[in-house]
């Protein structure tokens, strides 16, 4: 149960996150991805923090209810969201390009994907520079994510599975790790 005093802060906290444009500047987006500022009120997980989208199609509001007006519809199912803000059901995240707004939790999903940022990436077989190509991405593909270290991340995308490095990718953190 929630004091007079937290609840009142949480208000407020709550009222200046929908007050703030929905468009976020690039500087924005990269330094929120460096370091979780927060916990997130209704899930207690890291803010900000990589899901992607669940649906085929996922109305993107410009406040954290059903009647507020739809700003755009998201339509690329399992593209990579950061979720910057917690409101209830919904959750607010923005896109790579730091466009967003708020959509319906049941939309997300905590399945890690990515988006290749770097035209022709090469797929290694061992996350070295060197290693043997085993595809090659275009920019804009999404990629299943898998493990990250040292730089490079395991990733999979139509079929084909190997290492990118890690800052040619939008949807993981620099310095991630992940196994």
Known sequence: M?????????CILVAAM???SPIA?????????VTPVSIGPETNLPLPRFVSLKAQE??????????HRIDWVFQRRGMPLQVIAEYGHWRRVIDREGQGG???YTMLTGVRTVIVDQDMLPLR?????????????????IARLGDCAQGWCEVNAAGYTG?????????????ETRD
Do not use: C, Y
């Open 58 to 67: 996922s109305n993107v509001r410009r406040g954290p209810s059903l009647s």
């Open 2 to 10: 929630m004091t007079g005093n937290r609840m009142m802060f949480r």
């Open 25 to 33: 500047t690039a500087q924005e987006v990269a330094q929120s991805a």
């Open 125 to 141: 077989a061992k996350p070295d520079h060197t290693a043997l190509e085993r595809a090659v991405l275009e920019a804009g593909v």
């Open 163 to 175: 290492w990118a490095p890690q800052n040619q990718l939008w949807g993981v953190t620099l310095g």
């Open 18 to 20: 929908v007050a703030i």
């Open 102 to 104: 708020w959509v319906h």
